[in-house]
């Protein structure tokens, strides 16, 4: 990480005011942290679309299910055929059982991995705390503005950027 800043704001329509802004911005990416729920309620049942858990949850059913009735049927018909009963070899209603259980246990890791991948976690340090000033006792509404580019983005841009977002102090990492 070349540069990185936070911003710390007087309330949470200030701290809400900056987020849209910066979504405009291409060259940082930015968290926010706050003691309180950004998003409204009706924000939140608005935004009820896939994303990359529902996406991922999906994906692994879908292969869970194809790898179970595929490896049934490949041990049953291919690998192994054995005659029990006059019963035939591609028997789909014995596979049922074993394919449910698979699906659900594919979507469950599934949806798990994804999870901690769209969390970003396991997160043992995050750069935030390398503030000096950051107190999560006092500093409930902050933006932690990175760029993981190699070139530095200018002091003047960040200045401009921290004056235009109505931040009450921002402090660079050094």
């Given at each position: 990480m070349k540069n990185a800043w936070l911003f710390q704001f007087e309330n949470v329509d200030s701290l809400q005011n900056a987020i849209q802004n910066l979504k405009n911005e291409s060259r940082v990416r930015f968290e926010a942290y706050s003691a309180h729920d950004l998003v409204s309620g009706d924000e939140a049942e608005a935004n009820q679309g896939w994303n990359k858990v529902k996406l991922a949850a999906f994906l692994g059913a879908l292969s869970g299910l194809f790898l179970a009735i595929f490896g049934q049927w490949y041990a049953n018909v291919i690998?192994?055929?054995?005659?029990?009963?006059?019963?035939?070899?591609?028997?789909?209603?014995?596979?049922?059982?074993v394919a449910w259980v698979f699906t659900v246990l594919c979507t469950a890791i599934s949806t798990f991995v994804a999870f901690l991948v769209q969390a970003k976690l396991p997160?043992?340090?995050?750069?935030?705390?390398?503030?000096?000033?950051y107190d999560l006792s006092q500093n409930f509404y902050s933006i932690?503005?990175?760029?993981?580019?190699?070139?530095?983005?200018?002091?003047?841009?960040?200045?401009e950027l921290g004056q235009s977002l109505g931040s009450k102090r921002w402090e660079k990492i050094p």
């Open positions: 690998d192994m055929p054995l005659n029990i009963g006059g019963r035939p070899l591609n028997s789909w209603p014995a596979f049922i059982p997160s043992p340090h995050d750069p935030v705390f390398e503030f000096e000033s932690f503005i990175f760029s993981d580019r190699e070139e530095d983005l200018p002091e003047n841009f960040i200045l």
